[in-house]
């Protein structure tokens, strides 16, 4: 069923998380094992987890040109689009192509709701929003899209895309196929989710909150732990860059099952890896690592677990990052794909913060430990509510 | 030949004054149209779902399931593609009031409803579908760029593909902000090739720096002004119902995109 893809060029991507700020960080991070979780600071009333927090998010004020577009959510993505010169490489993109051939697909679950839920707690005396919020661009889901195609001047085809955790994700299948029917000729794709009580209070009433910095695929593991998170990349055909790393392939699936649960075999999760390697071309033995969805709730890394464990050979290496940055949640997809893309390019596969004694249905794929080894491919897996599943595949350009 | 060419096969559509397509028709042609109950069937739902599931969700799974009943197409084979300016207005009204007085309350069942992927996951549910299924937003081109987003998947992978485009009325503070004070729904089944169950041609095509085009017309208080997808939707509607004409959507802030209608001989 699968339609095998060209690969197309990633020139350039980066990610901000509570990390740091930019690639470099991240690398440092993940190499040191040092995670960025920290006591809940974040939320209008107590809340006793732990989570990702972005530094310096409050002092990136929008210029003001932008202004209409102030809000933190838009803040943390003009922070980010100022990391790894990204900005440079995407008006650069806009310069080469002009600004109706790139196209922006962007991913977010939260986008600006927190700015809906600060005009809440701040009505005025007749009960309307307080004048300072009463600017309806930024109380829409496509907020982060409009505020970031504005920003950087593009006129293509901008959509915003929100299936929850899988949302940043499934930008990289849009981009694809705008660019292979020729209605684009580059994308800027990624995502931005940030802190606010409608997740921290919503996944709190799920009881699928940890009370301790969150451990994926550990036997004790007791829930996630939520982050934020700003990450974009840009895509172009491969002989525009032929030396750039390549997406590879891409799976999406539905898994039918339950709003809340992750099918109990795998099913849907299972679907997009089979389509993801289908559309890459690659057998499940060419993959050196996988970044898994790991969020640590007991039922997605049990169900994740065996799916890594029955598909894929002992050669294969697989880590969740969210013990160091959270559950980033609609930027969980762009985030993760650059932990894969800098595992290719440094030859690092992370660790798996958090986990000591790995849950019995772990195969022997888990790294615990961060392992220095040649990886040529890269899996990333992203689960999200309603039961969206996508993955990517990356690799390097062929030598 | 136009960029994009994609076969409609089935059309969903629900107002409060209109219950589907047929209706549109025959208002348009003069005749009396018996409104619709006021809250979307569903009927694709099980029942205990149906009474779970929240309105932004009954209106969407509504005009999808009539869009894929006049197509003929088996649900569980289309990916489908969900889009919506604004998401479900009441439960994010719901929401932030809990949020700014007693957040530990929050319910858990509309938290899990408020994604904005909530139509998609409890159509795939219903429907069986492990195809790929979205849920996308473009702000006011929330119509035209899920157009352009389900006619490059139907072309892309060469499948049949549902479009669901809905937003239900704005309530509370939130309401201000979004200026929806109805709900409406379209769904269009779209394929790559002509087929029997064929009913008409898209052709489309991408028009850049177009942003005096796009320019909101002057508001006349007609009905389909109070929501987002309905005020773009018009002139399609009406094109669809008579098989023939071509209109321009807002597929972005500059970007418009051009649809032609062509019958099939």
Known sequence: MSVPIHPLAVRAYTVTSALGQGLESHLAALSSGRGGLRQNDFSSAPLACWIGRVDGVEDAALPAAH????????????????????????????????????????????????????????????????????????????????????????????????????????????????????????????????????????????????????????????????????????????????????????????????????????????????????????????????????????????????????????????????????????????????????????????????????????????????????????????FGFGGNNACLAFGRALA | MSALQVYVEGIGLWSSELGDFAALKAQLAGLPVEPPASRPRAEILPPNERRRAPESVLLAVEVAGQAVAMSGRDARDLPCVFSSTFGDQHISDYMCTTLATTPAELSPTRFHNSVHNAPAGYWTIATGCHASSSAVSASQASLGASLLEAATLCVAEQRPVLLVCSDISGQGPLREMTGTHRSFGIALVLAPAASPQTLVRLDLDLIPHAGEALRPAPATGAWYESNPIAASAWPLMQNLATGEGDCTLAAAETLALRVALETPA
């Not at chain 1, 701040?122 to 600017?135: A, F, I, K, S, Y």
């Not at chain 1, 930024?138 to 915003?160: D, K, M, N, Q, Y």
């Not at chain 1, 004790?220 to 750039?244: H, K, T, Y």
């Open chain 1, 67 to 382: 202004a209409a577009w102030e809000c933190r959510n838009n803040r943390l993505a003009w922070l980010g689009l100022h990391q790894d010169r990204f900005l440079e490489h995407a008006l650069d993109a806009r310069q080469r192509y002009g600004a109706a051939r790139v196209a922006l697909v962007l991913g977010t679950s939260t986008a600006s709701i927190g700015a809906t839920e600060e005009g809440y707690r701040h009505l005025d005396e007749n009960g309307h929003m307080p004048p300072d919020l009463r600017r309806p661009l930024i109380h829409a889901p496509h907020s982060l899209a409009g505020f970031v195609a504005e920003a950087l001047g593009l006129e293509g085809p901008c959509l915003t895309v929100s299936t929850a955790c899988s949302s940043s994700a499934k930008v990289f299948a849009n981009a694809e196929r705008l660019i292979r029917l020729g209605l684009a000729d580059a994308a800027v794709v990624g995502g931005v989710d940030t802190l606010c009580d409608s997740v921290l209070f919503g996944f709190n009433a799920l009881e699928l909150v940890s009370p301790e910095p969150c451990r994926p695929f550990d036997q004790a593991r007791r829930g996630i732990s939520i982050g934020e998170a700003a990450g974009f990349a840009l895509l172009e055909r491969v002989d525009a860059a032929p030396d750039a790393l390549r997406l590879l392939g891409y799976g999406e699936s539905s898994d039918a099952h339950h709003m809340s649960t992750p099918h109990p075999e795998g099913l849907g999760a299972e679907l997009a890896l089979r389509d993801a390697l289908a559309r890459a071309g690659l057998s499940a033995e060419q993959v050196d690592y996988i970044n898994l969805h790991g969020t640590a709730s007991l039922k997605n890394d049990e169900v994740e677990a065996a799916l890594i464990a029955r598909a894929f050979p002992t050669t294969t290496r697989a880590s969740s990052t969210k013990g160091f940055t959270g559950h980033t949640l609609g930027a969980a997809g762009i985030l993760e794909a650059a932990f894969a893309l800098l595992a290719i390019r440094h030859g690092q596969v992370p660790g798996n913060l958090g986990c000591t004694h790995p849950d019995t249905a772990c195969g022997p794929q888990l790294a615990l430990q961060s392992e220095q080894r040649q990886v040529n491919v890269a899996l990333s897996n992203s």
